[in-house]
């Protein structure tokens, strides 16, 4: 899982992964009222590591990124897919003004 590296701290450690999930009242995800609901059920997944990107320092500067790593495997459904990144051979301008 993709997500930021100012969510991993001392002090706020990330140990648990939710996929999956929309309205966090429900579980399944069902529209109210809806009676034949066959949506996939949330994945709570136990984190194994997490993995901060090393130039990162702190939440205004770049880098601000981190790989979570899961002890088990995920099950790929409609609710939870693959996120695809860009391939390196595209070249793309970033700006941040805070960025030396």
């Given at each position: 899982?993709?997500?930021?590296?100012?969510?991993?701290?001392?002090?706020?450690?990330?140990?648990?992964?939710?996929?999956?999930?929309?309205?966090?009242?429900?579980?399944?995800?069902?529209?109210?009222g809806e009676g034949g609901c066959d949506n996939p059920r949330v994945q709570r997944k136990e984190v194994e590591?997490?993995?901060?990107?090393?130039?990162?320092?702190?939440?205004?500067?770049?880098?601000?990124?981190?790989?979570?790593?899961?002890?088990?495997?995920?099950?790929?459904?409609?609710?939870?897919?693959?996120?695809?990144?860009?391939?390196?051979?595209?070249?793309?301008?970033?700006?941040?003004?805070?960025?030396?």
């Amino acid at each position: 899982v993709l997500t930021a590296a100012h969510c991993h701290t001392e002090k706020t450690k990330i140990v648990e992964v939710v996929l999956g999930e929309w309205d966090v009242l429900t579980d399944p995800d069902c529209p109210i009222g809806e009676g034949g609901c066959d949506n996939p059920r949330v994945q709570r997944k136990e984190v194994e590591d997490v993995i901060v990107h090393r130039g990162y320092v702190n939440k205004t500067g770049p880098n601000d990124i981190a790989l979570i790593k899961m002890k088990t495997e995920v099950l790929l459904n409609a609710f939870v897919q693959f996120g695809c990144l860009p391939l390196p051979e595209y070249k793309f301008q970033f700006h941040n003004p805070e960025a030396r």
